[in-house]
């Protein structure tokens, strides 16, 4: 394992993410921790909302109801200390397989859309607005030692409670090893709805989850509002997302053993585990 590695998943955790594509690990964040991200990430959408520009944070709304803002680590230490979590860095490391850096910070504040019909969004169980994957097995995967590694893995925070009818990341288990085509194992599994995986979390619960893995933000059906956050790791030669490069100045400024993470400084000196 590269050096900043102390801790993996437990067996049962690697087994349901070489299974499934993803893990859910429960009351990982601290209420410190979920208060501190849920207001800081509050406070810059209400900033942004009455006008104000935060780069580099950047924005995409659909509607009134939903807003992700992205490239968050310079906007409030608590979206740093996110992105560099010790409880977390260790286990993304374990499926990507080496040392990694930070590839996107993203987070999603939404509701229930006003313009849809509820009884209408209430006759299926699962409501997926728009299923992705980052990368796809057979390029962005690798098996090691018998285990499932994925160059593209991500960790998202649920900091708000999220319930049956609250938005929880729809899942298809199973896709991160799938060669098919993305458009065929979505309408498969939309044709029976026990080929999906609805997530519902507590706030601090995190979903580690491989980017081969298709999944989906949900359509919120109550009136809560649902808070994410999203950070997202790959092997230290790889590019950020575009839009989330972090400013060489703020990096310097860091204490120098989470540069790395951020920077990406070890490029094609890449740690592996193997
Ligand atoms: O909103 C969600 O639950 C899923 C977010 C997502 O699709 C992503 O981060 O790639």
């Excluded at 649920?158 to 993305?182: A, F, K, N, Q």
């Excluded at 491989?210 to 790791?233: C, P, Q």
């Amino acid at each position: 394992m590269s050096k900043r590695t102390k801790v993996g998943l437990t067996s049962s955790q690697r087994l349901h993410f070489d299974i499934y594509g993803f893990v859910i690990l429960r009351q990982v964040l601290t209420s410190n921790e979920i208060k501190e991200l849920y207001q800081s990430l509050q406070l810059a959408k209400s900033m942004i909302e009455k006008g104000s520009k935060l780069p580099p944070i950047y924005t995409h709304r659909i509607g009134k109801h939903h807003i992700l803002m992205g490239n968050l680590v310079q906007y409030h230490r608590s979206l740093l200390e996110y992105a560099v979590h010790p409880k977390l860095i260790p286990l993304v490391e374990d499926i990507v397989g080496g040392e990694v850096r930070l590839e996107e910070t993203e987070a999603i504040i939404n509701r229930r859309d006003p313009e849809n019909n509820l009884p209408k969004v209430n006759s299926h169980r699962y409501q997926p607005i728009a299923f992705h994957r980052g990368t796809k097995h057979g390029w962005g995967t690798y098996i090691e030692q018998d285990k499932f590694h994925c160059v593209f893995v991500k960790t998202l925070a649920y900091l708000t409670d999220v319930g049956r009818d609250d938005g929880g990341t729809t899942l298809i288990p199973g896709s991160h090893r799938l060669t098919w085509s993305e458009k065929d194992v979505v309408e498969a599994a939309l044709a029976d709805e026990n080929l999906l995986y609805q997530v519902e979390a507590k706030a601090g619960d995190i979903l580690l989850f491989a980017e081969s893995l298709i999944h989906s933000t949900t359509a919120i059906r109550s009136e809560n509002e649902r808070t994410i956050l999203v950070a997202g790791y790959t092997p230290t030669m790889f590019q950020p997302w575009p839009g989330n490069e972090v400013d060489p100045e703020f990096i310097a400024s860091l204490p120098p053993e989470i540069q790395p993470i951020i920077s990406g400084s070890s490029s094609w000196h890449w740690q592996r585990n193997y």
